[in-house]
């Protein structure tokens, strides 16, 4: 299993930036097909994948964030960011971390296929 504790969220003005950061522990995070990523859920909208990387350190993104977000991990640390730039108002949300073990597919920005995830950080972005 592992668990995983978000934070760095907070209020922003349009443009600005933030960085997310999931503090992770547990033994899944030592098998070699673990993915981490980044999803986050705006209020009466369903969950969307953001970010996620792969234990190889390759990356994905929703459409709506390439070119502005970035996603990575500091194994020594145990910890994933988020770096946000350029924030946009439709960013408002809860940002959750969660972690799943598996194989490259088209699951991966899924958040129905993601069992363990973070209590989540508020982030807020003002026009």
């Known amino acids: 299993q592992v668990q995983l504790v978000e934070s760095g969220g907070g209020s922003v003005q349009a443009g600005g930036s933030l960085r997310l950061s999931c503090a992770a522990s547990g033994y899944m995070l030592t098998y070699s097909n673990i993915y981490m990523g980044w999803f986050r859920q705006a209020p009466g909208k369903e969950r969307e994948g953001v970010a996620v990387?792969?234990?190889?350190?390759?990356?994905d993104y929703a459409d709506s964030v390439k070119g502005r977000f970035t996603i990575s991990k500091d194994n020594a640390k145990n910890t994933l960011y988020l770096q946000m730039n350029s924030l946009k108002p439709e960013d408002t949300a809860m940002y959750y971390c969660?972690?799943?073990?598996?194989?490259?597919?088209?699951?991966?920005?899924?958040?129905?296929?993601?069992?363990?995830w973070g209590q989540g950080t508020q982030v807020t972005v003002s026009s």
């Open positions: 990387i792969r234990s190889d350190g390759r990356t």
């Open positions: 969660a972690a799943e073990v598996g194989y490259g597919g088209s699951w991966v920005l899924k958040p129905k296929e993601y069992n363990y």
